[in-house]
């Protein structure tokens, strides 16, 4: 009896251990487990429902319990949508089953590829409306596949170790007022508050970016977003522009130019969705873009700008953060379209203040800065440097150098408020003009003092500037409310090719932008002498003398007159309520070429004189000349000047660029002469009994735009009182 136990118990032993190694190893296929699964999934919720076919079971032997593996199943989500599954696999502890607990230990589920709307819904089930409608209006097209593994307590609730991996195929992303994105793919794992996402692939904007990573953690309900951002050769378009930068860049030619660029970002999102703590660096690379910029004031200084800058292999280095942001680059440019020169740039802002580093090379450019009469030589080397910073308003140049070969200009501190100089501590100058002439002077501030200083200095075109200026803007009005004092001593000044002056010495005081004294003398020789004086009075009005012992150099620079030799000049003004009236007197000197006189002289027949002054010129003892002058318009009160040849008198006025009218009277020297010693005992002490033949002389008028003057002449056959009342003065005083 007890051998046939054993034999039954053996056979039993070895049918349980057999039905256990099969159940172990082949598993046994069911549908009495679709009710379990159904019911717990119902516990989680209860608009969720499955629909399932057999149910494959296998046993764990190692933790007792029961592996159950469902293939082709069907999510669906309250009876409105559904999600296809590839398998759902989950463990039963079979302690659990019959100590009536929750008996899914674990859950695995691999879907298939549904759409992403489908996945929303299901999302729908366990958050917020508004999270959900977010969603729904983000996401408009789009599949994805996802493998979700759910570890579960003994009381049903998901644990924190859960993990779902997956794959987003050509999702769409509604951006609100801008283009979609598209064509959207990437992998992606997600565990309890971390979240990562890799191979990223998109388009916007017609344009092709991928990223390489995309790291997103959350604490606190704030999320942690860390990432990187590329993109391969591709065409910019307006879109993209309108993105970056919020409006259309007019002024910038993208039509040519590709970019690639390289990104990595930083930053916090809080529940309110408000991005803070943004940092990125970036690296972009543009092939080509044209600047067109239309500026008179480049033109004045490089005659070849046609308003286009052109930009190539442009490398450009972005570094943002909260705190500040900063960019620097280089890049090739053109503005002669054959001849390529390099640019670097650094920009650095933190708050309201912006630094900025600029290398510029010029060697393919000619440059011409006409007020100082400079000139470079397209080929020469030469380059600038300049480096400062921007605070509100106010633009700082800490240093602008220019170089090129033994010339330089340097000027440091300059401080600028709405293009106005508030300051500026050194300016150096020491270059080789377009006259050969060695500039070499600086200005260097001491306190509220300044100091003119140099061996050399060319002042041609400065004097040609004032003479053909209608202006009375004088250069200090360049700065903002300037008071200062300014010491000048230089050893040299050049006035124009063949006169200089030595020993320039004096002093200027500016008070709110303006000359308010000037003293400076200086010499040609020991005998010649040059000096200006400006003066101003308590009752604001201003006083100004000017005397020289060589008239050429100044009266040369007005263009009607040619050929003017000798003389001495001897100018006052005197300007009160913005009216200035002034007397010029310049003696001894003769001239050979003056279109208008010489017309004058043509029309009266006096072809002797005519001849005379297109040869040797025509000689004037005396010319003085009384004028006001308001806003653009000068009164002439009178001209008066005589000569052993000729005498003139006339008046009028000039009214800027607009209007010339002038009237008057000329007379040879042998009518003055006849005339004057006609008068009794007067004409014999001043003339005596020379009487010569002489003409009659003749009345003018000059008037019209000044390219386009009318000149007409009448003989006169009796002088007016006026003009022989003048004479007599001269010849008093001679």
């Known amino acids: 009896m007890i051998k046939i136990f054993y034999k039954i118990l053996i056979i039993v032993l070895t049918l349980f251990l057999l039905f256990v190694g099969y159940f172990a190893y082949f598993g046994f296929t069911t549908s009495k487990f679709n009710t379990i699964i159904k019911n717990q999934i119902k516990k989680q919720n209860n608009e969720l429902d499955i629909d399932l076919k057999k149910v494959k079971l296998h046993l764990n032997l190692k933790n007792f319990s029961i592996r159950i593996k469902i293939t082709n199943p069907q999510i669906l989500i309250n009876n409105s949508d559904n999600i296809d599954l590839n398998e759902i696999s989950s463990s039963i502890a079979i302690s659990s089953y019959f100590q009536n607990k929750f008996v899914l230990k674990n859950l695995l589920i691999k879907t298939k590829e549904n759409n992403i709307s489908s996945y929303i819904n299901l999302y729908r089930l366990s958050n917020s409306t508004l999270r959900y409608v977010l969603l729904n209006q983000l996401v408009k097209n789009g599949t994805a596949k996802i493998n979700i593994d759910l570890n579960f307590d003994d009381f049903g609730k998901i644990k924190k170790n859960y993990n779902l991996k997956g794959k987003i195929i050509n999702a769409e992303l509604q951006i609100p007022d801008n283009d979609n994105i598209k064509a959207l ?59 970056v930068f919020k409006s259309n860049l007019q002024n910038i030619d993208f039509s040519n130019s590709n970019f690639t660029s390289n990104s990595e970002f930083t930053f916090d999102l809080n529940k309110k969705f408000k991005i803070k703590n943004l940092k990125i660096v970036s690296k972009l690379n543009l092939d080509d873009l044209i600047l067109k910029y239309e500026s008179y004031k480049i033109k004045n200084f490089i005659k070849s700008y046609n308003n286009l800058i052109n930009f190539k292999k442009s490398e450009i280095n972005f570094n943002y953060s909260d705190e500040k942001f900063l ?21 650095e802002k933190s708050k309201n203040k912006t630094k900025f580093e600029t290398f510029l090379n010029l060697k393919n450019l000619e440059i011409v800065v006409s007020d100082i009469a400079y000139k470079k030589i397209k080929d020469d080397e030469a380059t600038l440097q300049i480096n400062g910073f921007k605070n509100n308003k106010k633009i700082f140049f800490n240093q602008i ?6 010339n330089k200009i340097e000027i ?40 003119l200083n140099g061996k050399s200095f060319d002042s041609t075109q400065l004097i040609n500037n004032i003479s053909n200026s209608e202006s009375d803007k004088n250069f200090f009005e360049i700065f903002e409310n300037l008071n200062s004092i300014i010491k000048i001593n230089i050893d040299e000044v050049k006035l124009d090719q063949n006169n200089i002056v030595n020993s320039l010495n004096g002093k200027l005081e500016i008070r709110n932008s303006k000359i308010f004294d000037l003293n400076l003398n200086s010499n040609f020789s020991s005998n010649e002498k ?13 006083v100004t003398t000017f005397y020289s012992d060589r008239a050429s150099p100044f009266v040369k620079k007005y263009k009607f007159i040619k050929g003017f030799e000798e003389g001495n000049l001897d100018f006052s003004s005197l300007k009160i309520n913005n009216v200035t009236k002034s007397k010029l007197i310049i003696d001894n000197f003769k001239i050979q070429e003056v279109p208008v006189l010489a017309k004058i002289l043509t029309l009266a027949s006096l072809q002797g004189i005519a001849d005379l002054l297109t040869g040797e010129g025509v000689r004037f003892t005396d010319f003085e000349m009384v004028y006001s002058k308001k806003g653009s318009l000068i009164t002439i009160d009178e001209i008066y000047a005589i000569g052993p040849a000729i005498s003139i008198m006339m008046e009028g006025y000039v009214e800027g660029k607009k209007l010339i009218s002038l009237r008057g009277t000329l007379v040879p020297a042998t009518t003055i002469n006849r005339t004057i010693s006609s008068l009794p005992l007067i004409g014999d002490i001043l003339i005596g009994k020379k009487i010569g033949e002489g003409v009659f002389g003749v009345s003018f008028k000059i008037k019209g735009p000044p390219k386009d003057l009318k000149t007409t002449v009448n003989p006169i056959k009796t002088l007016t009182p006026r003009f022989i009342t003048r004479t007599l003065e001269k010849l008093k005083k001679n």
């Open 185 to 243: 793919n990437f992998n992606f794992l997600i565990k309890e508050n971390d979240y990562k996402l890799d191979k990223i692939l998109f388009k916007y904007n017609k344009i092709k970016f991928n990223s390489e990573f995309l790291n997103i953690k959350r604490e606190n309900n704030e999320f942690s977003i860390k990432g990187n951002l590329n993109n391969k050769k591709n065409k910019i378009n307006n879109d993209l522009i309108l993105l």
């Open 327 to 347: 960019i620097d680059g280089s890049s090739e440019y053109y503005i002669d379209k054959n001849f390529k020169d390099l640019i670097q740039f650094k920009i």
């Open 401 to 406: 150098n220019y170089k090129e070969s033994d």
């Open 412 to 451: 440091n501190d300059l401080e600028i408020n709405n293009n106005k100089i508030l300051n500026i501590d050194k300016i150096n100058l020491d270059f080789l003009n377009v006259y050969n002439f060695k500039n070499q002077i600086n200005i260097i501030k001491n306190i509220n003092s300044y100091s």
């Open 530 to 542: 040059l000096f200006v004086s400006v003066k101003t009075k308590k009752d604001n009005s201003v």
